[in-house]
Antibody, heavy 124, light 107 residues
Framework: EVQLVESGGGLVKPGGSLRLSCAAS????????MSWVRQAPGKGLEWIGR??????????DYAAPVKGRFTISRDDSKNTLYLQMNSLKTEDTALYYC???????????????WGQGTLVTVSS | DIQMTQSPSSLSASVGDRVTITCRAS??????LNWYQQKAGKAPKLLIY???SLQSGVPSTFSGSGSGTDFTLTISSLQPEDFATYYC?????????FGQGTKLEIK
């Protein structure tokens, strides 16, 4: 059974930093592309970035609102995905989900499995 | 960035009804369109990928269609467990973007 368990959320002041973790099990994590998606309270879903598998280069892509402030990384030896968040703003307050990003051949990608999310609150 | 617009934003329907939700992309995205269901307090769940392919384990009452810029999600006969919020999402190019959501409520 695939499991994704996020942790590390909490209350942080504007300008502060936080590191989220996502522990994965039930699949070959090292081969997986992984994404982070967030959801502000009462709002919709927002993709914030992804990391490819090391065999596909291990490179990252980010959405504009977080580029330069957030960093996605992975430790395949620990089956863990990370999201380092710096220079946090009040608008970063959200529930942060990690997801698996599955390639569908020539038919795009889909977020097949999701964690339960970890809440980040940025407030003074 | 590709903008995704869903309609309606909310919808009231009864058990047994046939329901259709529409998603429009700001540019052609071929069939690179996914649909998710999110129940209150839960993570989203993939229903349909590549516009019309049913994810494993999803009831056949759900179906998707469309290509280019216009897409639909249809629930052929609403069940009590289908009342939730539905999101479309394009995977044509990053940044991946979602529609604003359609909240399906019980009439």
């Amino acid at each position: 059974e695939v499991q994704l368990v996020e942790s590390g959320g909490g209350l942080v002041k504007p300008g502060g930093s936080l590191r989220l973790s996502c522990a994965a099990s039930g699949f070959t994590f090292s081969k997986a592309w992984m994404s982070w998606v967030r959801q502000a309270p009462g709002k919709g879903l927002e993709w914030i970035g992804r990391i490819r598998s090391k065999s596909d280069g291990g490179t990252t892509d980010y959405a504009a609102p977080v580029k330069g402030r957030f960093t996605i990384s992975r430790d395949d030896s620990k089956n863990t995905l990370y999201l380092q968040m710096n220079s946090l703003k009040t608008e970063d307050t959200a529930l942060y989900y990690c997801t698996t990003e599955r390639e569908r051949g020539f038919r795009g990608y889909s977020f097949d499995y999701w964690g339960q999310g970890t809440l980040v609150t940025v407030s003074s | 960035d590709i903008q995704m617009t869903q309609s309606p934003s909310s919808l009231s329907a009864s058990v047994g009804d046939r329901v259709t939700i529409t998603c429009r992309a700001s540019q052609s995205i071929s069939s690179y369109l996914n649909w998710y269901q999110q129940k209150a307090g839960k993570a989203p769940k993939l229903l349909i990928y590549a516009a019309s392919s049913l994810q494993s384990g999803v009831p056949s009452t759900f179906s998707g269609s469309g290509s280019g810029t216009d897409f639909t999600l249809t629930i052929s006969s609403l069940q009590p467990e289908d009342f939730a919020t539905y999101y479309c999402q394009q995977s044509y190019s990053t940044p991946y973007t979602f529609g604003q959501g359609t909240k399906l409520e019980i009439k």
